[in-house]
């Protein structure tokens, strides 16, 4: 497990133990007490990096060398890029595996019984993405696409592992999508009920909200509030559709497919537990490498066609039917059930429910490949305008840290500034940022740290393009993921195969290099029929593999679409172009059932931006906002003796 090597890990609290750094430490296991005045050992390391213990009695005619293990660090010691976990959040942790899924699944009872419970399984984009480079480049067949790979993880996670549903997240992010741009526009609009301030922060990326939490407190109010995709998913498959299989939460058991490890974490909070039924929202997340080794464990081949892949499924949720109106006054449009919401307060389901639940699949948002959320607010912000603006970006430092300026091009004024914001050194050159303009001091960590001496004075130099008065507007939002290179780079994606590292022609440098000629050896070592380079593995982080996963992630799109249409906004279903209105009404649909909203007055159809009343508002929260807790350690490292 690999993650972030721009993290600073300095300052970092370990509320585990006290530590400065997060280091592999050597154990020695099966240690022999000595009596004192014994010989004295050293430890020695030699050419490969192994350690050894030998012996420097000088009496001792011979000397004794000792191989020593190297200390493994799990994911219960370290949890990605926010720094250390708690004690409490480790024993979480050990419930998120792939083996507990299929101890899950072995002992779920039959669906006779009354405690069988329905598994259901949601994978993120991201996941295909990396799946599909991987078919790609270790098999001769032409380039699979998202729509083959999730056919196939369909088949094997139904036909082999007995799963009831397997959907993908991207509708839930759509739902986000338009959750996250209202949240935006209240703050913008300076609607503060909910304490959250400008510049509005991106919450999708667990490891970026952890960070926040156990380190720069003080950024909580700048993060969104909205629910992440995969935890909206959790509400979609628990709370939506369990009330449309006539479910209650506790007896649907769902995994999620995720390119993150941090994901675990986020899948445990308090806040996405359910007290009175006793269930997650997200009962346990894999990553994409452990849905790959489980495939393999079962002998499936993830490069081998299922019938009917090509075959398209139509977005309806209610079965041969296309979505109801949602106009006050049509027959179509369900009246709220009894006035609640089911599942929220533990009534019955109702009578009149389907299993044939289906929702959009593989919605594709012009963008960023970890989420649109930056352009989706570009985009809504155009579109409401009510005069043609102008979209500007500049690299500040590579493409993981970017500025979108959104200007007047009448006037000159500057209407809206973003930035994309990806990997930890870019983040904490953010926080130290925002901590400035928004006048926040900025607490302990490596932004803490630094923030006093590399600060420019705000107006030293002109803003974008050098246009005067640019650099005085601070951000209003920023698109923030931990991973360099975002989500398609998560720590939890498929490494490189060894013939794609095998067919690179680069070294990790750039340099070109001839292999052979350098005295590689190729075909050494492996089993499986693949070509290996000796002393060379697949690594987390190839900037060409991450290009790859890139690619495969726009599929049908372009790659990348550096930035949405600003007299249009589209988004494609299955690789197949329809209006954004066409999603929307799905979302709507869902914000109807889980809401519930009084009848409204006027003939006003229902839009994810219409106010609902204060009731229906106050599910809405509930169903797809959350909140924060800043996490103080106990630990004063300036008390620890070492």
Not at 303 to 331: C, D, N, T, W
Request: a negative charge; one cysteine or more.
């Amino acid at each position: 497990m690999a993650f972030s090597g721009a993290l600073t890990l300095t300052d970092l609290n370990d509320y585990i133990t006290p530590a400065q750094a997060c280091i592999k430490p050597v154990e020695q296991t099966n240690r022999i007490e000595q009596d004192p005045g014994a010989a004295s050992t050293q430890i020695h390391i030699d050419s490969s990096g192994s350690y050894y213990e030998v012996s420097t009695d000088t009496k001792s005619v011979a000397t004794t060398v000792k191989k020593l293990e190297q200390a493994q660090i799990s994911l219960n010691d370290c949890l990605a890029c926010s720094g250390c976990i708690t004690s409490a959040e480790s024993v979480l942790i050990t419930m998120q595996s792939h083996t507990e899924v299929l101890n899950f699944l072995s002992s779920n009872p039959s669906p006779l019984c009354s405690s069988h419970k329905s598994p259901v399984l949601s994978i993120a984009p991201q996941s295909l993405a990396s799946l599909a480079t991987s078919v790609s480049s270790t098999s001769s067949a032409p380039t699979t696409t998202l729509h083959q790979i999730l056919r196939r993880v369909q088949a094997f996670c139904t036909s082999v592992l007995g799963f009831d549903h397997v959907f993908d997240t991207t509708f839930a992010r759509h739902i986000v999508l338009l959750e996250h741009t209202q949240e935006f526009m209240e703050r913008r609009s300076g609607d503060n009920s909910d304490g959250g301030k400008l510049p509005m922060l991106a919450s999708a990326c667990p490891g970026w909200v952890c960070y926040a939490e156990k380190t720069h407190s003080e950024m909580l109010p700048f993060i969104s509030r909205t629910k992440s995709p995969q935890q909206v998913m959790g509400t979609l498959v628990k709370n939506w559709m369990g009330r449309n299989w006539g479910k209650k939460l506790s007896e649907i058991y769902h995994v999620t497919v995720m390119p993150c490890y941090d994901k675990k974490l986020e899948a445990s909070r308090q806040d996405f537990y359910s007290e009175l039924y006793s269930t997650r929202d997200v009962d346990c997340v894999i990553t994409t490498g452990e849905l790959e080794l489980l495939m393999r464990e079962k002998g499936w081949d993830l490069s081998i066609p299922v019938p009917g892949e090509e075959g398209e499924v139509s977005p309806s949720i209610y079965p041969s039917s296309p979505p109801p109106p949602l106009y006050p006054g049509s027959a179509d449009l369900h009246p709220p059930r009894g006035g609640e919401t089911f599942g929220l307060n533990g009534e019955e389901p109702p009578a009149h429910t389907s299993s044939a639940v289906q929702i959009p699949e593989l919605l594709s948002h012009p963008g960023t490949s970890s989420g649109s959320y930056l352009h989706s607010i570009i985009s809504a912000l155009t579109l409401s305008h009510p005069f043609p603006l102008e979209l500007s970006t500049r690299t500040v430092r590579g493409a993981d840290y970017e500025e979108y300026v959104l200007t007047n091009p009448e006037t000159g004024e500057v209407v809206f500034k973003g930035a994309k914001c990806y990997g930890f050194r870019n983040l904490q050159n953010v926080v130290r940022k925002v901590g400035r303009e928004a006048g926040v001091q900025v607490g302990r960590g490596a932004a803490g740290r630094m923030v006093g001496g590399r600060v420019r004075k705000v107006g030293q130099k002109g803003g974008v393009n050098g246009v005067n008065g640019e650099r005085e507007r601070g951000y209003d939002y920023v698109e923030v993921m931990a991973c360099p290179g975002g989500c398609v780079n998560g720590g939890g994606q498929l490494r490189p195969s060894v013939r794609a590292q095998v067919e690179k022609k680069t070294d990790e440098e750039g340099y070109e290099r001839d292999w052979s000629g350098s005295g590689v050896k190729v075909g050494v070592g492996m089993d499986d029929g693949e070509t290996n380079v000796q002393g060379y593995a697949g690594k987390w982080g190839d900037k060409d593999w991450t290009k790859k996963v890139e690619s495969a992630y726009w599929h049908d799109l372009p790659t990348p679409p550096a930035s949405p249409a600003l007299e249009s906004s589209e988004v494609k279903i299955n690789g197949h172009g329809r209006s954004t209105r066409e999603a929307d009404r799905y979302a709507a649909i869902v914000l109807r059932d889980l809401c519930e909203p009084e009848i409204l007055s006027g003939g006003e159809g229902l839009t994810w931006e219409t106010h609902m009343g204060a009731i229906a508002e106050e599910k809405r929260r509930l169903h797809f906002r959350t909140q924060y807790r800043a996490v103080e350690g106990e630990v004063i490292g300036l008390a620890v003796k070492w």
